[in-house]
């Protein structure tokens, strides 16, 4: 699990640190760096294994570094291993200038392993700690717009992409492959909460010749989404469902993957759910992270998903932005609570029990992260 983050000069990131928990949820406005600080986890996945050029990564690293500065990225990582309570630190220092990567860390109290090398060469698969986390990351966005497509059949859909546009094959894949397990999670989860639907339904489709998807499977079988209403005996296809309904059936297939992520990157889990149903999503979520030990950061910008953190304000962490534009990051057990409790001490105040509604408080302004007059 990823204990402690501190990140330097990646996009508004200038200088911010995480102690990170199994579960944790970034809120703040938007353009407040939420978003900013999922990426740069996503960078490593960019920058160590998806091989860019040397060229290319320069000029890449160069678009994200803060104000585009030709100051080095930095990367300080406290990584801990359960299974053999070991906790290691690791540093990375990404310098575009020189196209080098320092890297270096401590297993025993004694820095080891302090290396310059070019980008290029950087190899971290002899590491399976960090591998672990921080490799084919992904951040999820589901996009209902694009589950109302026919998609085509493809081998080793066993994962689901970062949009979740391959839902009809991940699910096909299921059914064959796992047994029907992890395909009848989603259909037991679905309708409990939808319960109008009692099954999930596929159909062979003619696609035209200019479809897009058409165009690079041309040779595939392609398959419609839909939901069976038991009441009316019908079947509602993908493009009949609201989008509401086909985010949560997303989410879903994001939480009951076969071999999920160590590390869950999700954006907005509450976007076009009804408020009664996101308890129930952020149940799944804690649950998830429970049954299959992986570690989970949501962005929300949605009362009851924080409402959802009442009992662990250790694990929110607020996102504000100061006047150059940097991002500034407070963890609201450590810089919120914790501050404000000890100064009702000295003045002899009543304590103000911010977890109490937490999610008004937080809308009110109480913690900070809303946006302001100027934004």
């Not at 698969?125 to 497509?149: A, F, Q």
């Not at 699910?171 to 395909?183: A, C, I, R, V």
């Not at 079947?235 to 509401?244: A, F, K, N, R, T």
């Amino acid at each position: 699990m990823l204990k402690r983050v501190s990140i330097q000069n990646f996009k508004s990131l200038k200088d911010v640190t995480l102690d990170l928990q199994k579960v944790n949820l970034l809120i703040g406005p938007n353009n407040s760096g939420k978003t900013n600080f999922l990426k740069a986890l996503k960078f490593f996945d960019i920058a160590f294994w998806t091989a860019l050029s040397g060229k290319d990564y320069i000029e890449y690293h160069k678009s994200v570094a803060y104000k585009r500065g030709d100051l080095p990225t930095s990367f300080f990582i406290d990584a801990e291993d359960l299974d053999n309570n070991d906790i290691r630190e690791y540093v990375f220092v990404i310098d575009s200038e020189q196209g080098l990567v320092t890297r270096y860390w401590d297993t025993k109290k004694e820095w080891s392993g302090r290396r310059s090398l070019p980008i290029s060469k950087v190899d971290f698969n002899r590491d399976t700690l960090i591998s672990s986390y921080l490799r084919l990351v992904k951040i999820y966005r589901p996009n209902p717009s694009k589950l109302t497509e026919p998609y085509p059949l493809l081998a080793n859909s066993d994962s689901v992409e970062e949009d979740c546009s391959n839902i009809v094959s991940y699910l096909d894949t299921l059914q064959g492959k796992y047994t029907d397990e992890n395909f009848e999670d989603i259909r037991r989860d679905l309708t409990y909460c939808i319960n109008e639907f009692s099954s999930i339904r596929f159909d062979t489709v003619d696609v035209p010749e200019d479809n897009d998807l058409r165009k690079l499977y041309r040779d595939k079988t392609f398959k419609k989404l839909g939901l069976y209403n038991k009441l009316q005996r019908l079947i509602y296809w993908s493009d009949e469902l609201s989008e509401g309904t086909l985010y949560f059936l997303a989410l879903l297939c994001i939480i009951h993957q076969p071999n999920p992520p160590k590390l869950l990157l999700l954006e907005e889990p509450e976007r076009g759910i009804h408020p009664r149903r996101i308890w129930e999503v952020m149940k799944f979520i804690f649950q998830l992270a429970e049954e299959k030990d992986i570690q989970i950061i949501l962005t929300s910008h949605n009362e009851h998903v924080v409402n959802a953190f009442s009992s662990m304000p250790e694990a929110v962490f607020v996102f504000d932005k100061d006047e150059e534009g940097a991002t500034e990051v407070r963890n609201l057990q450590k810089d919120i609570i914790e501050p404000s409790h000890k100064k009702s001490e000295e003045f002899g105040l009543d304590k103000i029990d911010f977890t109490e509604d937490l999610g008004e408080n937080w809308l009110y302004g109480l913690l900070g992260g809303v946006p302001t007059d100027n934004d």
